[in-house]
């Protein structure tokens, strides 16, 4: 069984970016969990933006390579999942980091910092925990397509059951397989800030009956009766955030958020608040996510895999709209 190789946008800081004010490492920017130092105070640069990292992920734990085309990085290089950080902000609250190792000929050749929630530049955030085995699990947890409590999911008998409702056993209705039996459904409770914060796309933007919030990397399929975005097709896979647009489509900063994840033995697209969206597949970045009993058997490529586009053929700032007419009977 061929799972799809996955690619990932990782949205990080670099090392030199994030550094000791106070401590024994004082003028040290963040390195490998060997070199940090408990107790060491980090305080972001002011003015200064996360960058994209785009790796493709590896079938080995906590190994990703770099694509052709990233941001950051160089295409071929490996990068490691170092460690996950636990930083306490001034007010006493804490957040989570990955520490991520760019190498190239066996040397470290970039390090980044990819937080897990948002880290305020100025102010100082005291290294307070380190794991260097939670890492791929936090990323994995992080990066499972998600709904939020409350979405109404369609039912193999029509009916719309709230997705915290849905039990393994129970049937859903799926596009292209019709009533499908539920393997499993998790539960995960994240922080909702940065870039994992949780996607609204509010009520009617794609003719939703009602607003859907979704994790930011959760694949919408839309039909186009016409080939508005150039994609070749009529079907097409689009990632939420990649959507984003300020006004019917946002991003939910605060709080934190309940993510439900529903797995069938197959990776299937389903309706939620009468939008087509994919269900949870596994794969390399998510397998740590789940229980050792559902990765024995992983997700064959399916079809619909090669259906999604690149952020670049949204960058129409209508490209909403356009979808929605695009998609529309009339």
Known sequence: MTTPTPQQELLVYLAHAFAVTDGVAEGDAITFADDLVMDDVYVLAPGVDRRTLSVEVLETDGRFRVVAGSPLGQAGNIVH?????????????????????????????????????????????????????????????????????????????????????????????????????????????????????????????????????????????????????????????????HLINGTTVVQQDGGYIDYFQVLFDEHHIIYAEGIAAESLLIDPRTRAALPDALTEKGHARRAHHSYEVEEAALANPDAVALLKRASSSG
């Not at 930083?87 to 520490?99: H, V, Y």
């Not at 190239?104 to 260097?132: F, K, M, N, T």
């Open 81 to 241: 999942l170092d460690s996950c950080l636990t930083l306490m902000a001034p007010d006493g609250s804490t957040s989570e980091a990955l520490i991520l190792v760019e190498v190239e000929d066996q040397r470290a050749a970039d390090i980044y910092l990819l937080p897990l929630a948002s880290i305020e530049p100025g102010l100082g955030y005291r290294l307070v925990g380190l794991d260097r085995q939670a890492a791929t699990k936090r990323l994995a947890e992080a990066s499972c397509v998600s709904f939020t409590r409350g979405t109404r999911i369609t039912m193999a008998s029509g009916e719309q059951r709230p997705i915290e409702d849905v039990r393994p056993g129970d049937k859903v209705l799926t596009r292209d397989d019709g009533p499908q039996e539920v393997r499993w459904v998790g539960q995960t409770t994240l922080r909702a800030t940065g870039s994992f914060a949780p996607v609204l796309i509010k009520e009617g933007a794609l003719h939703n009956a009602n607003d859907l919030l979704v994790s930011p990397d959760h694949r919408l399929f839309i039909y186009q009766r016409h080939d508005t975005l150039g994609a070749g097709r009529s079907e097409v896979l689009i990632k939420a955030r």
